[in-house]
């Protein structure tokens, strides 16, 4: 965001708390971002940076689910798919690829490429309050050393993330009534990639290998030639439940699929485990007078489809504009970010549509990837186009077939409802607020 007002010829200051470079999770980019880094003359940067190039994604499951999955209509042959981004031409995006990437890397290069494009940078400066109170300018209070220190602006783009800071100032935030997952992550030295892929080709896409415990996978993302970061997201419920310790539970999540194990048994592990819990929210709102929010401080959707990073790109891409017309004209209420508003509300909506529809009933996606009438439709979402459709006709199609079986008992896939939604189509933070 930093980089886009300040290419624009706006001063702007970012407050970082953290010094960079820092560990974050998040690892696996889709191709939407490609627009971003463009419109940030960033591309160079990522190409430069050796970040190992993803070309697509994979899914596997266990052997137990192989064996009871059912063939549909003949379109069904295969319990694991796998997609390449180069299948469906994008608009705004001319290459083949996005990335895997270190986030200490990452993120340490867009804060300084915000900075080169003129953007002041505070790093270790923690925000500790915004105040709105106001109407002509906002306050913000700054940890600096051991004082708090207040320093007035025009607006606010809160880029907090799972702080959601203002989120949780304004008590915006409303938690997701449905998703409620836990995730415990870590890296590889010498994992053999090339092991669980069925071709060589495949082994620098992401992997999501589920495990035969409901709703339960693991991701295993390149970091480099030799590092991969694997993590294992399961619901709080099933998290808790285990007494165990946090590794025993890790290892025996993954003992449930020994090939998968066996493999990483033999690597070396490089980092601490790490856990992310119970991440998944809504807020109220997401703009105002003489405020914006921008990636995770404004909604949080599960991680299934590595969606993160490029709605925190996008949503910047849409927001910079509305602010900087904003700035332009004067008016700085929040009528201003209303196309920003309601892109990534539209965006966010259609993700968290299709993710539902994977958690409720993931034959329909294995299907429907497999599907020449669907294929390049899904693969639309997973490259991360989302926000041009109030509701993508595949979603539609998706929509009606869930509520077919759910409806119909003796559909052959009714016993493969997943328990994780009742209807993945109620708009759950509607009834939630
Ligand atoms: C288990 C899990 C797996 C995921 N996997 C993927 C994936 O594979 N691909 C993907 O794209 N996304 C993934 N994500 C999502 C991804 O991590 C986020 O969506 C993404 O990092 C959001 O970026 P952001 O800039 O909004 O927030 P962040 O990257 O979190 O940045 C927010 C920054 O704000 C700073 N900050 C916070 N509070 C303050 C304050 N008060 N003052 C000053 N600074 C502050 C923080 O230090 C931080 O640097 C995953 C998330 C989870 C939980």
């Not at 971002?33 to 419109?39: A, I």
């Not at 309050?129 to 940890?143: E, K, L, W």
């Not at 949080?300 to 490029?310: C, E, L």
């Amino acid at each position: 965001m930093a980089a886009y007002l300040a290419g624009a010829g706006i001063d702007c200051v970012v407050f970082e708390s953290e010094i960079f470079p820092r560990a974050h999770v998040g690892e696996s980019l889709v191709p939407s971002s490609t627009r971003v880094f463009k419109d940030l003359d960033f591309l160079g940067h990522m190409e430069a940076s050796r970040f190992p190039r993803k070309f697509g994604a994979a899914w596997t499951v266990s052997e137990e689910v192989r064996t009871y999955w059912v063939d549909w209509e003949g379109l069904f042959p295969s319990t694991e798919v796998d997609i390449r981004f180069q299948e469906r031409d994008q608009p705004g995006v001319n290459q083949k690829h996005t990335y895997h990437v270190d986030r200490g890397k990452f993120d340490l290069m867009l804060l300084q490429h915000a900075n080169r494009r003129g953007a002041r940078v505070y790093e270790g400066t923690a925000v500790k309050r915004v105040d709105f109170s106001d109407p002509n300018c906002v306050r913000i209070r700054f940890g600096l050393g051991r004082r708090d220190v207040d320093t007035t602006v025009r607006m606010v783009v809160d880029a907090s993330g799972r702080r959601t800071l203002v989120g949780n100032q304004m008590r915006w935030r409303l938690k997701d009534p449905v998703f409620d997952q836990y995730a415990l992550h870590t890296w590889f030295e010498g994992y053999d990639r090339k092991a669980i892929a069925k071709s060589d080709a495949l082994s620098d896409y992401i992997f999501v290998h589920f495990l035969p415990v409901q709703n339960t996978w693991l991701w295993q993302i390149p970091i480099t030639d030799s590092i991969t970061s694997i993590g294992v997201v399961t619901q709080k419920k099933n998290f808790a439940k285990s007494r165990e310790s946090r590794e025993k539970f890790f290892w025996d999540t993954i003992a449930t699929r020994p090939e998968l194990c066996s493999t990483l048994r033999e690597s070396a592990q490089l980092r601490p485990l790490k856990d992310e819990g119970d991440y998944s929210y809504a807020m109220r709102q997401i703009t105002a007078d003489r405020l914006v929010m921008v990636g995770d401080a404004a909604r949080f959707v599960d991680p299934i489809f590595s969606t993160g990073v490029s709605i925190a790109l996008n949503s910047s891409r849409f927001a910079s504009r509305d602010v900087i017309r904003a700035l332009e004209s004067g008016d700085l209420s929040r009528r201003s970010f209303g196309e920003f508003d309601a892109t990534i509300s539209r965006g966010t909506r259609n993700w968290y549509n299709f993710i539902s529809v994977y958690y409720r009933l993931n034959v329909l996606f294995t299907a429907f990837v497999q599907d020449p009438r669907y294929r390049l439709d899904v693969l639309k979402l997973l490259q991360g186009d989302v926000y041009d459709e109030e509701e993508p006709p595949v979603l539609a199609r998706m929509r009606e077939i869930v509520s077919q079986v759910e409806r119909d008992e003796r559909h052959m896939w009714h016993q493969l409802l997943g328990d994780l939604t009742c209807d993945a189509f109620v708009d759950a933070f509607q009834a939630a607020s």
